[in-house]
Every structure is written in C-alpha cells, then in structure tokens.
C-alpha cells in the first residue's frame, strides 16, 4: 500500500524539542516536494515548511529560526527538527507529498507543547 508513516510527536515542555519523522512506503519521495502541514482543534490546516527534491526549503513565519525540514533520500524519510517550541505549536503534524503523479498525505501526529 502507498503511504506515508509519520512518527516522533509527543508531549514536550516549552523551550523542549522534537524530531518527527516522515517515512514513503511503496512510493519514492526524492523526486516529491515534501512538506509538513499542521491543524490545531478549531483551526484550518496550515503549512509549515516545505523541501523540494533540489532541497530548497520554504518556511511559516511562525517557525522560521525554530524549525527545520530535511530530507534524506537513501532512507526515503524527510525529517522537521522542532526546536524552541511555544504552546501554540501544540497541533496534529501531517506530512505531504507533491509530485507530477502523486499527492499523498499521512495519518498525522500529535505534538503537545505544555508544562
């Protein structure tokens, strides 16, 4: 089955981090953009970074210097390092990928930012 597994959320402090980690599965990402996507309780899904497969990369504002997204093709996995992470970071992350042929999203991932 074609499908992309996301993996890494959980509950973290503020100011704590988290890697989340997005696998292909039946299908090869490295000629895919890559992007993560997130969706807070009453809120519209909204991007959070994207990398094309020539690795340039595209950032919210309300993550950039914070977060990171990185691809690593031989695992066929993009990564989003999340660091200094702030309550209203909380939200379902989802990965996505974009290509001439395929437009696949994941089950999603909880991350909760709370003390």
């Known amino acids: 089955q074609v499908q992309l597994a996301e993996s890494g959320g959980g509950l973290v402090q503020p100011g704590g981090s988290l890697r989340l980690s997005c696998a292909g599965s039946?299908?090869?990402?490295?000629?895919?953009?890559m992007g993560w996507f997130r969706q807070a309780p009453g809120k519209q899904r909204e991007l959070v970074a994207t990398?094309?497969?020539?690795?340039?990369?595209n950032y919210a504002d309300s993550v950039k210097g914070r977060f990171t997204i990185s691809r690593d093709n031989a695992k066929n996995t993009v990564y989003l390092q999340m660091n200094s992470l702030k309550p209203e970071d909380t939200a379902i992350y989802y990965c996505?990928?974009?290509?001439?042929?395929?437009?696949?999203w994941g089950q999603g991932t909880q991350v909760t930012v709370s003390s």
């Open positions: 039946r299908i090869i990402i490295s000629i895919a953009t």
């Open positions: 996505n990928l974009q290509s001439t042929t395929n437009s696949l």
């Open positions: 990398i094309t497969s020539t690795r340039s990369t």
